[in-house]
């Protein structure tokens, strides 16, 4: 309007300039969505009981056990560590399965009539952390639990060869805590 032109000009600037901002969110937001679909992490979660080749009655067990679950068998959390954006981690044990999601791969389920040992360890690791064009090198440890398959030496692996199934945690006292509830399963820690 400062420079003589009419109200009209003005009209077409704001609604250009909203559908300018308009078109690049709706964009964003196709890209967006389809990695924040709750069926996504659904799939994710059915290739763990996939891969572990539960029977149609071992799943309908695990479904009740995990829909029984109270809060005195199971941690919530959150990631705190490189790259992890703080995002919310969960830890379930019931009967007959350790359950941990959130982490990478998002879903980790294991039997524990499976498992003949679990052993608690810690790695020293480097991380690279991007933010703002700028790279720079973070060291962590993580605090690991790792899950021995009964079955080890008929598949060839010795007791020094790494673990079928692993946790892992940047924080020691949730992978201590995560320990505890492990204990009571029955199957040895050391």
Same mark, same amino acid.
């Given at each position: ?11 077409? !600037? ?10 690049? %969110? ?30 149609? %009655? ?6 009740? =056990? ?17 790259? %992890? ?21 998002? !879903? ?14 810690? =790695? ?10 700028? %790279? ?47 204990? =009571?399963?029955?199957?040895?820690? !050391?």
């Amino acid at each position: 309007m400062i420079g003589g032109s009419g109200a009209e000009d003005v009209l077409y !600037s704001a609604l250009g300039g909203f559908l300018a901002g308009f078109f690049v %969110s709706a964009i964003y937001l196709a890209v967006l969505f389809p990695a924040l679909n709750p069926k996504r992490y659904g799939r994710k979660i059915d290739k763990n009981v996939r891969a572990l080749g539960l029977g149609e %009655s071992e799943r309908e067990l695990l479904a009740r =056990e995990m829909l029984e679950a109270d809060e005195s068998h199971g941690i919530s959390y959150t990631i705190t560590g490189p790259g %992890s954006k703080d995002t919310p981690g969960r830890f379930v044990l019931t009967p007959h399965f350790a359950f941990l999601e959130g982490s990478t791969p998002y !879903s980790i389920l294991v039997r524990l009539s499976d498992i003949a040992e679990i052993r608690q360890g810690q =790695e020293k690791k480097t991380a690279t952390v991007r933010s703002g064009g700028r %790279s720079r090198l973070c060291f962590f440890t993580l605090y690991t639990i790792g899950f021995y398959r009964r079955d080890r030496l008929e598949r060839g692996l010795a007791k020094k060869d790494l673990p079928d199934e692993a946790f892992g945690f940047f924080d020691e006292g949730i992978r201590d805590r995560v320990l505890e509830l492990l204990k =009571e399963s029955g199957i040895p820690v !050391s």
